[in-house]
């Protein structure tokens, strides 16, 4: 039996070169390696656990799926769905629930920073979002997730999950693991944190033209010097730099460190590079977009391929519990 994994992302919108580095990099590579066999969906449960917009998440949950193909997301190799549309997860985070203490939810870090963020909002789907993604998880059960390190606390859940229900209902629940990806930790272009879709001009998006990635890099803040200890917004340019092209890295890594550094040299050469990959994956969307019918057809069948292995998982759960 081949070994599976499971990734998603939430449905908040077109996804951005966080998500592209950090999560589908690790799932095109895992779906290209014959040994395991993948599912990837988009998290619109997820989506609902902080205030969204319904119109936005109606088009977001089709969007997503739309950036996963034209990224390379092959629906021969991969499983692709929407979370929603295979109800068992729901299901199965009900019954993973009944081995969680509640005081162990409200602990985690993710949560703390969302109820930080949303003070008016800490419900109970939010205290549930790591159960539901222990579910996502468990219910394939999935071997591998490839997924940002900020996911990692989530992880550590769904691993104590499995485990208490291994031990308390004798199922086989493997225990989850992140697949790691060079791209795992993309620093927002404000020096500050990670790039994240709800922090404005911190990330560059999957659409942007080279104009707009060339201004956006051009904000980013450096120094007025180089050489010595780099600032966060200069590391966050050498970051970059040895993702797209670690080749130039050692040059401009020199450069900085016998203080002659143009900023804005190294500035458009990174923009120039980071367009240079995102043009192929800009042009596959317009040629996929008109393409209504070839979408569909692939979320149809996604959505039915997964619901049946989820279906297995629930039935066996179900029986062991007593139910
Ligand atoms: N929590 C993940 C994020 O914010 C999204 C997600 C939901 C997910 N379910 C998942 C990721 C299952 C991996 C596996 O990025």
Known sequence: MKKRVLSGIRATGRLHLGNYLGAVKGMLELQDNPEYETFYMVADVHTITTPYNIEDLRKNRREVIIDYLSLGLDPEKSTIFQQSEVPEHIELA????????????????????????????????????????????????????????????????????????????????????????????????????????????????????????????????TSSTSGGEKTEGVKTLFTLLALFSPKSHEDFERKYEKGNLQYLELKDFISEIIFRELEPIQKKRKELEPNKEYIDSVIKEGNEKAREAARETVREVKDKMGL
């Open 94 to 221: 009900f019954y993973f629930s009944s081995v969680v203490t509640i005081a162990k939810m409200q602990h985690l870090p993710t949560f703390k920073e969302k109820v930080k963020q949303y003070p008016h909002n800490s419900t109970m789907a939010l205290l549930n979002y790591p159960i539901l993604m222990a579910a996502d998880i468990l219910i394939y059960k999935a071997e591998l997730v490839p997924v940002g390190i900020d996911q990692e606390p989530h992880l550590e859940v769904a691993r104590e999950i499995a485990r208490r229900f291994n031990q308390d209902f004798s199922t086989d629940f493997p225990q989850p693991q992140r697949f790691k990806t060079e791209g795992e930790y993309i620093p927002s272009l404000t020096g500050e944190g990670k790039m994240s879709k709800s922090v404005e001009g911190s990330y560059i998006n999957l659409t942007d033209s080279l104009e707009t990635i060339r201004k956006k890099i051009r904000a980013v803040p």
